[in-house]
């Protein structure tokens, strides 16, 4: 396996030893000398030393984790899973937000509305896809693909993977809230079956406005959460070094929102994470999104409404004095 050009502090020790397998590998090419025995050892100390690393994952290396650069993100998906992809861009008000991709495509011969957040690797995406964090227009976008979908009766999968919404004064100024909010709006009465999946951060508001689904899956190594570690820390501790407390006081991993009973399903990711295999990663996803949309798709468009609401309406704890 190639070494990643992007490594977490946590990583080190397992790249280590992978790069030195590697030059073993290397000198065992056509050389007299058999290193195969001394390979065989190292790859197994290997895999026992990935398996120690991330089966003890603290919240905040989850978070790094999450936000890796090298994970696959909404392209990617749609490169392995989906064919026939066409794209709508423009919100018909403003402009084309490329932080949002969203379009018509075909999974497994069937057609299907895909619409994801997308960020960029090199810097020169990243300015085009702003990060990852949509304006207003990429939110409307978006709805214009929620309307075509209902209209059409097509299913909808969703791709969360944002910091949040771009809280610049331009995307203020153009209403950057309002266009969430009718999003969350016209979601909640969607006559399809829609399937959100987390495949890295989702952001606040910036990730629920794609979130109001029948079924919300997150990768195993995703976090969700009403405001990022480092925001949270700014607020509350008047200190954005304290990310790593915020972390863990906002239980945000994939594993805390299985226990809160709001994640449908966590998806295995490859080895070591997502970044490490993206086409092994993609390949999970799509089995559990053929799973789900086979179980949607014997709900009536009625019967897809009250199964939305109720899921939302289930979520958090109420307490009332007597």
């Known amino acids: 396996m190639?070494?990643?050009?992007?490594?977490?502090?946590?990583?080190?020790?397992?790249?280590?030893?992978?790069?030195?397998?590697?030059?073993?590998?290397?000198?065992?090419?056509?050389?007299?000398?058999?290193?195969?025995?001394?390979?065989s050892k190292l790859e197994k100390k290997a895999r026992k030393l990935q398996a120690e690393i991330f089966s003890d994952l603290d919240r905040?290396?989850?978070?790094q984790l999450a936000r890796h650069p090298q994970r696959p993100y909404t392209l990617d998906y749609l490169k392995y899973l989906f064919t026939d992809f066409f794209e709508?861009?423009?919100?018909?008000?403003?402009?084309?937000d490329h932080a949002i991709v969203g379009g018509f495509a075909k999974l497994d011969g069937e057609p299907v509305v895909v619409i994801g957040h997308q960020k960029g690797?090199?810097?020169?995406?990243?300015?085009?896809?702003?990060?990852g964090m949509p304006r207003p227009e990429g939110y409307r976008k978006a709805r214009r693909l929620f309307d075509l979908a209902n209209r059409f009766r097509k299913p909808i999968i969703t791709f969360i993977d944002t910091p949040g919404a771009y809280p610049g004064i331009g995307a203020e100024e153009r209403g950057q809230a309002e266009a969430i909010a009718v999003n969350l709006e016209v979601m909640a009465s969607l006559e399809v079956p829609?399937?959100?999946?987390?495949?890295?951060?989702?952001?606040?508001?910036?990730a629920l406005a794609l979130g109001v689904a029948n079924r919300l899956l997150m990768l195993e190594y995703s976090i969700y959460s009403v405001i990022s570690p480092e925001s949270c820390s700014a607020i509350l501790y008047r200190d954005p070094t304290k990310a790593q407390r915020s972390a863990d006081a906002l239980r945000l991993t994939a594993r805390d929102l299985a226990g809160f009973g709001i994640?449908?399903?966590?998806?295995?990711?490859?080895?070591?994470?997502?970044?490490?295999?993206?086409?092994?990663?993609?390949?999970?996803?799509?089995?559990?999104?053929?799973?789900?949309?086979?179980?949607l798709k014997q709900l009536s468009p009625e019967a897809l409404v009250t199964d939305r609401y109720k899921k939302f309406r289930a979520m958090g704890v109420f307490t009332s004095e007597e």
């Open 194 to 206: 829609v399937v959100a999946v987390v495949i890295g951060e989702g952001g606040s508001g910036g």
């Open 263 to 295: 994640t449908d399903e966590l998806i295995t990711e490859a080895p070591g994470g997502a970044h490490r295999d993206h086409e092994l990663t993609a390949k999970n996803v799509g089995d559990a999104l053929r799973r789900h949309l086979a179980e």
């Open 121 to 131: 690797r090199s810097t020169k995406e990243n300015m085009l896809r702003n990060f």
């Open 88 to 96: 709508i861009e423009g919100d018909r008000r403003f402009a084309a």
């Open 60 to 63: 905040w290396q989850t978070v």
């Open 2 to 39: 190639p070494k990643p050009a992007y490594a977490l502090d946590f990583e080190r020790p397992l790249l280590a030893l992978e790069s030195k397998i590697a030059e073993l590998k290397d000198l065992s090419g056509g050389a007299k000398v058999d290193f195969s025995d001394e390979i």
